[in-house]
């Protein structure tokens, strides 16, 4: 499985999440991943990059080259955020609070860096619907907000490691992150 993949168990747990629904796969890139879920069942998929994306050639994907500001943020049914840039992106979190379902994927061990701290602190704000870890890619499927925050000491390894990751001085190693975690 190479970088920013599905494995077949992750496939499954998103499958389960975008089956008929609108998915909005923010920062889509090459639209890999756009086609997938798309193949996976959903309804229609809007890939926004602000780079020039390829043609696909699945009508239920629809690509918007711009930044996050072109996205209309009245409600995101899943918004999929997959290997987010590492600088905070205020428009992204907005975006993110419409969405119904956020599918994050990526890693913060092994000397990378997916996302920024306070992304994953407003993933606090949301209950984990599905924990998938995995050395090359985490998948984590979050769902309704919640009252109450979780503690950072309830943080999965993926979400703890990503919030304290800024301030360590060496690249976490996947087993360290899950294996006390999980």
Not at 20 to 42: F, N, S, T
Request: a negative charge; proline letters at 5%; glycine letters at 8%.
């Amino acid at each position: 499985m190479s970088y920013g993949r599905l494995s077949p168990e992750q496939a499954d747990a998103v499958k389960a999440h975008v089956e008929g629904k609108v998915v909005h796969d923010l920062g889509a890139g090459l639209c890999e991943l756009a086609v997938e879920i798309a193949r996976l069942g959903a309804k229609k998929v809007i890939a926004v990059d602000k780079e020039p994306m390829p043609i696909v050639d699945d009508p239920r994907v629809e690509r918007r080259q711009g930044y996050f500001g072109c996205v209309a943020a009245d409600v995101i049914d899943v918004a999929f955020v997959s290997w987010p840039q590492n600088q905070e992106s205020i428009v992204l979190l907005r975006l993110l609070e419409y969405a119904e379902s956020v599918v994050y994927l990526g890693s913060n061990t092994g000397g990378n860096a997916c996302g920024w701290p306070g992304l994953f602190e407003s993933f606090l704000h949301r209950r984990v619907a599905v924990y998938v870890p995995e050395r090359p890619n985490t998948l984590i499927i979050y769902r309704e907000r919640l009252k109450k925050p979780r503690k950072l000491e309830d943080a999965k390894g993926e979400e703890y490691t990503a919030i304290t990751l800024w301030s360590q001085a060496r690249p976490v190693r996947y087993e360290e992150a899950e294996d006390t975690r999980g």
